[in-house]
């Protein structure tokens, strides 16, 4: 029986995951939710991270959403002691503007925002994890992304996990080891139908969905 691995993106944690089937094993990628942060960020150091965290080494499948497709791909290059069977990442951003690394490079640069209440701490997560409109600022996913020091309020997530990088996802793809699936919402301003089926055969479009596909329809995406 295959084990199912969910990773999250960007901003979010693994709660994000909270209506998608058990069993499965989502853990909070490093710098997010309850995970310790790094001296630094690449795919290579999350992966590693992730690997040691995984309870079963052979027979996963992986679905990872944005920066957790990318790790799903590191993963199952067979660097990290993990035996993966498919891979399915969804709305990975595989075109990087040299304007889009500045903004990433001066965001990992920036320190902790504090927040005098809750509320605002809330707002501030939805936004940088993408979740506005698709989560309550009570739902578990944004409680686990919030930290309170003092009485002040800051986001759980280490602003340094921002200057991972652009993913050399032909490399990556070469790499990976086992079935893969690129996927995408309908209208994911992430990437492109073009841009997926330049890089790869198998490209999975979920009509109607947006970036957070995942969130939007998990019946829909848990079935593929």
């Known amino acids: 029986m295959s ?3 969910l990773l999250h993106g960007l ?5 994000v995951w909270d209506a998608w089937p058990q069993p499965r094993f989502a853990p909070d990628l490093p710098g997010h939710g309850s995970a310790a942060a790094l001296p630094s960020y690449t795919f290579g150091s999350m992966a590693a991270a992730v690997a040691e965290t995984l309870p079963v080494r052979r027979g996963v499948v992986i679905v990872g959403h944005s920066l957790g497709g990318v790790i799903a791909l590191e993963l199952a ?23 889009d690394l500045g903004r990433a ?17 809330a707002a501030r997560f939805l936004k940088v994890s993408g979740l506005q409109g698709l989560a309550d600022p009570s ?12 009485g002040r309020w800051r986001l759980a997530m280490d602003p340094g996990t921002f200057g991972v990088g652009a ?37 999975v479009v979920y009509p109607g969905l947006g970036h957070n596909a995942h969130v939007e329809d998990a019946d829909l995406l848990s079935t593929r």
């Open 3 to 5: 084990a199912l691995v």
């Open 11 to 15: 901003g979010a944690n693994g709660r």
């Open 77 to 99: 290059s067979g660097r990290y002691g993990i035996d993966v069977d498919r891979v399915v990442a969804v709305g990975v951003k595989v075109a990087w503007s040299d304007d």
């Open 105 to 121: 490079a001066a965001l990992a640069q920036k320190p902790i925002a504090w927040f005098d209440t809750r509320e605002d701490a």
């Open 139 to 150: 739902d578990p996913v944004v409680e686990h992304g919030l930290a309170e020091v003092d």
């Open 167 to 203: 993913p050399d996802m032909p490399k990556l793809i070469a790499d990976c080891k086992a079935d893969l699936v690129l996927a995408r919402g309908e209208h994911d301003p992430m990437n492109t139908d073009d841009q997926l089926r330049a890089l790869h055969d198998q490209v």
